[in-house]
């Protein structure tokens, strides 16, 4: 059962979850025994706790907006079930055809990005405006990276190199999930209160090294949990960037949180009212001459906007990811689409186990038997 209580925000602080496309990870219906609950609060825990308003039904932000051209309520209608049987409010906001923004009304036009991108870009836009005028263990962890430690004074992070490295060659510990250290309560976001952007949702998402773009800027602590069971064995993650996990050494079940740097899909983020305005400026008004995911990892690498650290945080892999229907593959998507003719047999959510898609017949009739789509396999390495 999710906690319940009134969500403690500041109010020049109004986050929102944005998303094309959003599958809400089943957190709230998986047996106990296939959820591994974190250990106790560093920083105190109880109802009262800031932290417990990741657990009510927005996840801790104002407002959950989920983005959906009109014409397509397959989603919608998807979209809506999943939330319900998630507890999780949304709000619809409705999306726009690349094809119906004119060319004027497009910051720096030269050379027209395709209708889809434009489409996805102002729809985006949109949602970021209505911010103006109007998940736990992920805010542990960037707790753990941007808030000051407990007692320290001056204050310091657990991350050396937060918020700005000292050198270029700089690669800090990783630091444990299940020894996180003693932080500061926040004040004002149980996210913590230094976040511009949260980056939960996406296809793909580098981990910063003294190698990324503007590695003078991007902090490069790392978050590791291990034995993580809601992530797939490393052979079945989908992603754009998915040997990162045998780059860096990494074990099946691990997921990372980290600061966001070359990223690709924004199936899900979160951004603050300081954090919208600065988009609106760099993003809305400033050159339009990629998709939206690249303009937004440019600001969050320092390179859109001008300034020296944007604070985005992003969880590896992504909690939000992509759900693709069985049947025609050309209605994955409206921003690109490459299929014409093929047929997929079997639905499928990118790097979820137990997916809300896949288990909606399961919550419906109440059953407990869900469906994991990425079942362990027995590794040669087991076997030794």
Partial sequence: MLIKRPIQIHPTILPAVVGLFMLVFLFSQLPRSK???????????????ILYDVFNETLGFEKIFVISLPSRTDRRDGMTLAAAMSNIEIVFIDGVKGDEVPNKAIPKFKNR???????????????????????????????????????????????????????????PADISF??????????????????GLLWIGHMGMNVPTPS?????KIPRGRIVRTSDNTVPQIQHLESFYNDF??????????????????????????????????????????????????????????????????????????????HRSAGWMGADGDIQSDYETDFRETAQTDNVRWSTRLNMEVLLEGGTEFVDQWPDELLESDTL
């Fill in 212 to 216: 990324s773009p503007s590695p003078e």
């Fill in 35 to 49: 959820i591994q609950h974190p250990p106790a609060l560093n920083v105190g825990a109880g109802p009262s706790n």
């Fill in 113 to 171: 990005v395709k209708d889809g991108e434009i489409g996805s870009w102002r729809a985006q836009m949109n949602a970021i405006q209505q911010l103006k005028e109007q998940l736990y263990d992920f805010a542990r962890s960037s707790n753990a990276l941007t808030q000051p430690l407990l007692n320290s004074d001056p204050p310091k992070s657990a991350d050396p190199t937060y918020p700005i490295p000292p050198d270029a060659k700089t690669i």
């Fill in 245 to 322: 996990a045998e780059r860096f050494g990494y074990e099946n079940h691990t997921r990372l949180v980290h600061h966001a740097t070359k990223a690709i899909g924004s199936a899900g983020y979160a951004v603050t009212q300081a954090t919208a305005r600065k988009l609106l400026y760099a993003v809305a008004l400033d050159e339009v001459n990629e998709g939206l995911d690249h303009m937004l990892s440019e600001y969050c690498e320092g390179r859109k906007g001008g300034w020296k650290h944007a604070d985005c945080l992003t969880t590896n892999p992504a909690l939000f990811n992509r």
């Fill in 178 to 195: 299940n020894s996180l250290p003693s932080t500061a309560l926040p004040l004002h976001s149980p996210y913590g209160d230094k976040w």
